[in-house]
């Protein structure tokens, strides 16, 4: 049976948008945003900041698993850390290829290793060994990083290096976040290995995700903005088109729920922004959210948005 994943998304995709999503249904398995591993052992209070999930038995309130991610370039310090992230019992540990942020890559993390295949192989070898057996290690990378010309070297040194499964964003760090996504490259990385290989990248409908498996052969999907986007996505996609949009007043008691939480872990000057920055992502799909964002845009305190976004809701 095919799954699909949810992605992780810096700055936008944490652990109370995980919550929501996940009780909408749909979702296997998400992915944290990167935990960034520099020069030193982290102690296990950053993990479970990062992925409070790890206190949960490594689940979202829905039961779905989530399995931290590590960035970083340091061999011996990602699997000092990755074994003491082990100690907390999450189902798997990712690590990261893909970020294409310059301030990540700048430091030698993220894409920018995909120019150093050996390297990656090192990575994902030392973090095998570091963790036991039942943990799974998993990846995720871009199709390179200003060119695709080692895709294969850096996907079968993941490989060879032990991982289990290996996520593909089909655009390179420089394709950046613009559209298309190259889903047809990733079908060579799929038939060159023998794990599991997800696709990912510019997935926002049923069609497009019908699309996605048809041209990179994969059975599995990976979903990010467009799972923001749209939160019913996954079952959607699970449904063939059966499924609608989730309905907009299904969804205004999740966002209420989503800014309740945001409200008692987010310091008060961000708390608007980051319901104002969901609903950014809604305008997509919903017409209510497009209105909403023009009405509350220039509306700053948290107690008016929600007044106003949720007060007509509960009368």
């Known amino acids: ?42 102690p296990k209070r950053v993990f479970t900041r990062i992925v409070p999930e790890l206190k949960n038995g490594g689940r979202t309130r829905a039961g779905v698993p989530v399995h931290p991610q590590l960035l970083g370039s340091d061999v011996n310090c990602l ?81 060879d290096g032990g991982a289990a499964e290996l996520v593909v964003h089909a655009r390179t760090k420089t394709d950046g976040y613009k559209p298309p996504a190259y ?59 059966a499924y609608a949009p989730l309905p907009w007043g299904q969804l205004l008691p999740l966002m209420q729920d989503f800014f309740a939480q945001v409200r008692a872990h987010v310091a008060p000057k961000h708390q608007g922004g980051r319901l104002k920055q969901w609903l950014h992502y809604l305008r997509r799909v919903y017409p209510e959210a497009e209105a909403a964002y023009a009405a509350l845009r220039t509306v700053n305190g948290a107690d008016e948005l929600a007044q106003r976004l949720f007060a007509p809701a509960a009368a």
């Not at 049976?1 to 949810?6: K, T």
């Not at 944490?14 to 996940?22: E, G, K, N, Y």
């Not at 048809?214 to 063939?240: F, I, K, T, Y």
């Open 1 to 42: 049976m095919s799954r699909i994943y949810l992605a992780p998304m810096e700055g936008l995709l944490d652990h109370v948008l995980r919550d929501v999503l996940t009780r909408v249904g749909g979702v296997d398995r998400c992915v944290s945003e990167f935990i960034r591993v520099t020069d030193q052992l982290l």
């Open 79 to 159: 699997a000092e850390n990755a074994a003491r992230l082990a100690e907390l019992q999450p189902e798997g540990i990712d690590l990261n290829f893909g970020c294409p942020a310059k301030c990540v890559n700048r430091h030698r993390g993220g894409a920018v290793l995909l120019d150093e295949p050996e390297l990656i192989h090192a990575i994902v070898a030392a973090v095998r060994r570091a963790v036991p057996a039942p943990v799974l290690v998993t990846a995720k990378m871009r199709l390179g990083y200003q060119d695709d010309s080692r895709t294969l070297e850096c996907a079968q040194a993941i490989a």
């Open 183 to 241: 889903w047809e490259r990733i079908a060579a990385v799929r038939e060159a290995l023998a794990i599991t290989v997800i696709a990912n990248g510019e997935i926002w409908t049923p069609e497009q995700a019908t699309l996605a498996r048809q041209r990179s052969g994969c059975e599995h999907l990976m979903l990010g903005r467009g799972m923001v986007a749209d939160p019913g996505l996954a079952l959607r996609v699970r449904g063939d088109g």
